[in-house]
């Protein structure tokens, strides 16, 4: 979407701090031997709590109301009756609407014991995700956000998974522009304008370049024993630094 009036930010702020809250509530509570079940379910007490509906259940008939991906899953993992152990990576994405609005966030974390690997690894692709956010404004070819994704994830070693991508968002779970590329695209010619509202999620790899579907038809993974590390903010493009809906 594109922002026309003071009540589309006020309204996207308010579905965006209860996305963030969710993440936040769900991030506090996982705890070795719950499942990732019992861990939605702390997702959709919040958003009931604040009347807020899940998107991905509302929209797609994704089965969970967040999406709770483990260690060798990437995205989209369907919260089920899998245990969280101590020292599993999780990522915890909620989309969800209130009165007509959707935003979008994610973090990645990982159970206790920390290890240096995977906290080096969610350390950087967070910090990747706000250097993209920081270069944007009206104005900037759109393909800047997988130049600056590509960028860091190299000089960090690591690398991208290329085929999942940033999106419009706003009033519908994904809207133009689609596919946002995590990759410097050179035939991309669209430009950010100001009012349009967007994710913003790199996920960086120690090892894999690319994710398949398994057999449920939803759950991503790797296709080795790397990980992967995602961030996500919804955010609106302005004529100097965007605004971060989705911050607590």
């Not at 003071?6 to 509570?29: H, P, Y």
């Not at 109301?65 to 915890?92: F, M, Q, W």
């Not at 104005?139 to 994830?153: D, F, P, R, S």
């Not at 790797?222 to 955010?235: K, L, N, W, Y």
Request: overall charge negative; charged content about 20%.
């Amino acid at each position: 979407m594109t922002i026309q009036s003071q009540e589309d930010i006020e309204q996207l702020m308010k579905i965006g701090r209860i996305v963030a809250t969710t993440i936040e509530e769900m991030k506090r509570s996982a705890r070795p031997g719950m499942t990732t079940r019992e861990l939605d379910l702390i997702g959709k007490e919040v958003l009931d709590r604040n009347g807020a509906t899940s998107a991905p259940m509302k929209d797609v008939d994704f089965p969970g109301y967040t999406c709770i991906s483990i260690n060798e899953e990437v995205a989209h993992g369907i919260p089920g009756s899998r245990i969280l152990k101590a020292g599993d990576l999780i990522n915890v994405d909620v989309s969800a609407e209130l009165n007509g609005y959707y935003a979008d966030a994610g973090q990645s974390f990982q159970i206790a014991p920390i290890a240096t690997e995977l906290s080096s690894l969610c350390h950087y692709t967070h910090a990747t995700m706000m250097k993209v956010i920081s270069n944007l404004k009206a104005g900037v070819k759109l393909n800047q956000v997988g130049k600056i994704i590509q960028t860091e994830a190299r000089k960090g070693g690591y690398r991208v998974i290329e085929n999942l991508c940033s999106h419009g968002v706003g009033k519908g779970l994904h809207e133009e522009p689609f596919e946002i590329l995590p990759y410097f695209d050179a035939r991309e010619k669209r430009i950010l304008k100001a009012g349009q509202v967007i994710t913003i999620e790199p996920f960086l790899s120690t090892g894999a370049n690319h994710v398949v579907q398994q057999a449920d038809g939803w759950t991503l993974t790797v296709p080795d024993r790397s990980r992967v590390a995602q961030f996500e903010h919804t955010i609106i493009i302005t004529n100097n630094k965007p605004i971060i809906v989705t911050a607590c």
